[in-house]
T-cell receptor
Framework: SQQGEEDPQALSIQEGENATMNCSYK?????LQWYRQNSGRGLVHLIL?????REKHSGRLRVTLDTSKKSSSLLITASRAADTASYFC?????????????FGAGTQVVVTP | KAGVTQTPRYLIKTRGQQVTLSCSPI?????VSWYQQTPGQGLQFLFE???????NKGNFPGRFSGRQFSNSRSEMNVSTLELGDSALYLC???????????????FGPGTRLTVL
């Protein structure tokens, strides 16, 4: 079963625009992470936000976390064609769940030149 | 550092056969997790190994098994293959139980298994 659900399922934007995607989850979490996957290849870790953090930045990425609403958002600013990929949020629920991430269904992002 | 490597990258098997997939973690990473990715079910956790012991397990039948060696390399085995086992199998490694580590997983490129 999947813990997280991403919204929207698909997003099409032009280069230079910002892309925002959201993730909702069901149970209490330790951390929430975002990953990128290109064309059915391996996942690339983008950013991790701990449950006691509210916002985090990494380059063109901005992640927010609202534990009261059990939701997170990922913002990619000034998008590039190379950002075309599927983006997944992943949560881990307890300190005993090391390695056991619960993934959402993902948001497919297409960035056109 | 070299990334997570998985072999083979592609595999075609027929129903009823068994298959073994291999994963070599990033040097220094002692935790290895396995995931199955299908269009219908998405990414699902199979199991996690640390210090040659299975520490966490997902909701998969006993046909799915794994092991970890003393050098942290891991293998997963699927016996009596079914058509529904066709998937991308991803391995991830991480630094476990180390101060400052937060369950960040580093994934390999995956093994694409097709069951005919």
């Amino acid at each position: 079963s999947q813990q997280g659900e991403e919204d929207p399922q698909a997003l099409s934007i032009q280069e230079g625009e910002n892309a925002t995607m959201n993730c909702s989850y069901k149970t209490s979490i330790n951390n929430l992470q975002w990953y990128r996957q290109n064309s059915g290849r391996g996942l690339v870790h983008l950013i991790l936000i701990r449950s006691n953090e509210r916002e985090k930045h990494s380059g063109r990425l901005r992640v927010t976390l609202d534990t009261s609403k059990k939701s997170s958002s990922l913002l990619i600013t000034a998008s590039r064609a190379a950002d075309t990929a599927s983006y997944f949020c992943a949560t881990d629920e307890t300190t005993d769940s090391w390695g056991k991430l619960q993934f959402g269904a993902g948001t497919q992002v297409v960035v056109t030149p | 550092k070299a990334g997570v490597t998985q072999t083979p990258r592609y595999l075609i098997k027929t129903r009823g056969q068994q298959v073994t997939l291999s994963c070599s973690p990033i040097s220094g990473h002692r935790s290895v997790s396995w995931y199955q990715q299908t269009p219908g079910q998405g990414l699902q956790f199979l199991f996690e190994y640390f210090s040659e012991t299975q520490r966490n397990k997902g909701n998969f039948p006993g046909r799915f098994s794994g092991r970890q060696f003393s050098n942290s390399r891991s293998e997963m085995n699927v016996s009596t293959l079914e058509l529904g086992d066709s998937a991308l199998y991803l391995c991830a490694s991480s630094v476990r139980e180390t101060e400052g580590s937060y369950n960040e997983q580093f994934f390999g490129p995956g093994t694409r298994l097709t069951v005919l």
